[in-house]
């Protein structure tokens, strides 16, 4: 069969669980040996938020991070890219054409992307100028009707891929959940992260086949180790159900930033909105109006920024 994607290409897959992602991910890194790859996510926030976890969980790779808020930074991180024996680069849909990177072993896609087209993109950021190369594209059980559906419309044939992880999930969760404990900024980013992957998820060009109302939302949630569901209304109450959460209860106005003018500023906040609210000069149902309107985990609101 002639293929859009190039002759050297060999195309993988895997069907996992959501809450699985990342210890596939993990253990693919080291089963595969993988030098250099580049991960494509679906927004800037999911690379922000994985490009600070992810050095604590692949200490031996250089993990660099490019989206398209980042203009100022391209050139250099590209630079540091091409030089590096050993790394990974997380990005959007910004790299997805345009740029020539030679030696790239491995293109991974955590979800697929937000059209047909951009999936051949994607993967032809690897086997360039005569060389072989692998892609990887990570399914939920609910999303193998996309494996035939790429074969139909853009000629590209999925072979799947067998990994065996090692890690134990509880052990990854664990860890992420003691790096947001640690740092308030990143329990935000791990948030709008979530919040944005989700909402992008809902504007696939695909949705006649990658419906949101399929997703286990709470297994996401999961996957990206956050403390607590964010209160959106894709939420349900069956997503609480799936949503695997740290064992102890948390006190999360505990949780400080590490910055500390930072923290000495959110304190200040928190006072001045307790005080208003006891004297009643703010009622609680305008301060559940006004939070409403902004992330969930941070006063800011949520961006997708998909491939750009």
Known sequence: MKTSTPILLQNYYIIVQAEEKLRYLLAFMKQKKVQKSMLFLPTCACVEYWSQVLPRLLKSTN?????????????KILTKFRDAANAILLCTDVLARGVDIPEVDW?????????????????GRTARQGNAG????????????????????????????????????SAINKLLHQMQLQDRALFDTG?????????????????????????????VAT??????????????????????????????????????????????????????????FLRPALIKSITSFVCVAENKPVRLCRGK
């Open 63 to 75: 993990i660099l991070a490019l989206h398209g808020k980042m203009k100022k930074q391209r050139g």
């Open 191 to 219: 948030n709008r992260a979530f919040v944005s992957h989700i909402r992008a998820y809902s504007k696939h060009e695909c949705n006649f086949l990658l419906r949101l109302q399929d997703v286990p939302l709470g297994k």
């Open 107 to 123: 293109v991974i896609q955590w979800d697929p992307p937000s059209n047909a087209a951009s999936f051949v993109h994607r993967v």
């Open 223 to 280: 996957s990206y180790g956050l403390l607590k569901l964010p209160k959106m209304p894709e939420i349900k109450d069956i997503h609480q159900e799936e949503f695997c959460g740290p064992e102890t209860n948390i006190d999360f106005t505990a949780i400080a930033y590490k910055n500390t003018q930072k923290e000495q500023t959110r304190q200040e906040k928190d006072a001045f909105s307790l005080t208003l609210t006891t004297t009643g």
């Open 134 to 169: 692998n892609a990887l594209i990570m399914l939920l059980p609910t999303e193998d009707a996309y494996i035939e559906f790429l074969k139909r419309n853009q000629k590209v044939s999925l072979e799947p891929l067998t990994i065996a992880p090692k890690t134990d999930l």
